[in-house]
């Protein structure tokens, strides 16, 4: 299986903690996205980087960071600042720019604030 | 800002039936778009892109840029066409990311 991963499958937080969701490819793609994925609202595009070191906010970037400090991988932390955190969360990569195969999508992270 | 919409949440067509699925869009320049499909317990995936021109498991989808409209369609449903479609939007080949729709669940009867 394969090419990006997501961990945990399955998150738990109390309200006020931060917490980092992992994202790592094998692809050798250059760049790397993360979604917000709520009921019946499609996805959400919260940060992506196109290049180890820099990345960029998308459209709902409030209350999430990101780092991207290796090619292969791109974390996200939730922050205690995001108001609504508990959602599934999607980390896609590709090539700069998509091509063919467009996007790789991971199997996601669900994330519950308890 | 761009904005993608998918006017139906569900589409249910039996077996045999063509298939429509609608995508509208706007976007001020010229974008690039696509359809992305999530079969039952697997990951999203790309099916198509405009710029392919191509058919992808016989399904088909062309941009009018007149009508801002990129719906897929297929003239004979299969079951196993059954999943989760999104259409989705990038202003320069997707590198910045796309902009999804709220996607459409097709489910195929028999």
């Known amino acids: 299986d394969g090419g990006i991963t997501q961990s945990p499958k399955y998150l738990f937080r109390k309200e006020g903690q931060n917490v980092t969701l992992s994202c790592e490819q094998n692809?050798?793609?250059?760049?790397m996205y993360w979604y917000r994925q709520d009921p019946g609202q499609g996805l959400r595009l919260i940060y992506y980087?196109?290049?180890?070191?820099?990345?960029q906010k998308g459209d709902i970037a409030e209350g999430y960071s990101v780092s991207r400090e290796k090619k292969e991988s791109f974390p996200l932390t939730v922050t205690s600042a995001q108001k609504n955190p508990t959602a599934f969360y999607l980390c896609?990569?590709?090539?700069?720019?998509?091509?063919?195969?467009?996007?790789?999508f991971g199997s996601g992270t669900r994330l519950t604030v308890v | 800002a761009q904005r993608v919409t998918q006017p139906e949440k569900l589409l249910s067509v039996f077996k045999g039936a063509p298939v429509e699925l609608k995508c509208n869009y706007s976007y001020s320049g010229s974008p690039e778009l696509f359809w992305y499909v999530q079969y039952s317990r697997q990951r999203l995936q790309l099916l198509l892109r405009h710029i392919s021109r191509e058919s992808i498991k016989g399904f088909t989808a062309d941009l009018n840029k007149g009508e801002t409209s990129f719906h897929l369609k297929k003239p004979f449903a299969q079951e196993e066409d059954s999943a989760m479609y999104y259409c989705a939007l990038s202003p320069g080949g997707g590198a910045d990311g796309l902009t999804f729709g709220k996607g459409t669940h097709l489910i195929i009867q028999p």
């Open positions: 692809l050798n793609h250059d760049a």
């Open positions: 980087s196109q290049i180890v070191n820099d990345f």
């Open positions: 896609a990569s590709s090539f700069t720019p998509p091509g063919f195969h467009g996007y790789t």
